[in-house]
C-alpha cells in the first residue's frame, strides 16, 4: 500500500476544535500546539480532508496540509519543548 | 546554490511572539497563523534556527520545522480560509 507523509496544520474557531481534533487523532499523530503528522495512505488521506471538510467554516476556519511521498523526503527539527512524538500517542 | 523548502511551525510564550515573527519573516513566508515557509539556503536555515534557539525559551517555547530538499518535493493544499501565499508577503 503506498502511503504519503502528512503534516497538517489547524486554525479553527474554539468551539469547532473538538471535532478538528478528533478527526485528526484519529488519523495522525500530534506534534505541537497546531500540528498533526503521520503516514497516510492516500485513501485515508483523502477520508481525513472530507471530514474536514464538512467540520470546518470555510469562512472563518483554515486547515493546511503538506504532503509528501514518503517520509524520508522530509526532515522535522525541533527547537525547544519536544511536545509529542509518533510514540506517544500510537 | 542548493537550496531548501522549510516548514516552520511556532509555539512560544506571547511575550517572546514578536522578537519569533519578526527572525521568521526575515527568512521565510507567513502561511496561516503559527506558520510560515520559504526556500533558504542550508546557510540561511542555519542562521534562522541559530536566531531562533537564542530567542525562544527552551523549557516553554518549542519551534518545529519540516525540511525538504526541493518544494517540488512537498505538495500543500488547504481546507477553508487561504491566508496568505508567499506573493502576499514578499
Not at 503506498?2 to 471535532?19: G, M, W
Request: glycine share 4%.
Amino acid at each position: 500500500m503506498i502511503s504519503i507523509f502528512v503534516i497538517l496544520v489547524y486554525d479553527t474557531a474554539v468551539e469547532r476544535n473538538p471535532k478538528v481534533l478528533k478527526t485528526c487523532r484519529k488519523y495522525l499523530h500530534w506534534t505541537q500546539r497546531s500540528v498533526f503528522q503521520g503516514e497516510l495512505s492516500t485513501a485515508q488521506y483523502r477520508a481525513l480532508m472530507a471530514t474536514l471538510n464538512t467540520t470546518i467554516d470555510p469562512e472563518y476556519d483554515s486547515i493546511v496540509t503538506y504532503t509528501a511521498r514518503s517520509p524520508d523526503m522530509v526532515e522535522s527539527s525541533t527547537l525547544g519543548v519536544a511536545l509529542a512524538g509518533p510514540g506517544d500517542i500510537l
